[in-house]
């Protein structure tokens, strides 16, 4: 298994390079995770299936998150998603 991930600071237009590669990797959007914090992530909240935020996410961030992770950004935040979407795994699996 591997993630794709896409790391560049101040792109302006996430939501259209989200799609791209959706449409590239032939991936649904109801399929994705979208982790955010700031302004320019809303775009692809609207797109993703999941939209989750860190606890430190600017407030409009945090009331459009499907999700408000309890951890802030650079302190645990990946993992308390990670044991998030493990925990759902192995309850179906269940």
């Not at 449409?23 to 797109?47: H, S, T, Y």
């Not at 993703?48 to 499907?66: C, M, N």
């Not at 950004?73 to 925990?87: F, P, Q, S, W, Y």
Request: overall charge negative; charged content about 25%; hydrophobic content about 45%.
């Amino acid at each position: 298994m591997s993630v794709d991930a896409i790391h560049n600071i101040g792109m302006q237009n996430k939501g259209l390079v989200m799609r791209e590669l959706l449409e590239q990797k032939n991936i649904k959007a109801e399929n994705v995770i979208f982790l955010g914090n700031d302004l320019n992530d809303l775009p692809c909240f609207e797109i993703a299936g999941w939209s989750v935020a860190v606890a430190d996410a600017y407030p409009e961030v945090l009331r459009a998150a499907d999700h408000v992770l309890t951890k802030t950004g650079g302190h645990g935040a990946i993992r308390e998603l990670c044991e998030i979407v493990l925990k759902q795994l192995s309850q179906k699996e269940s």
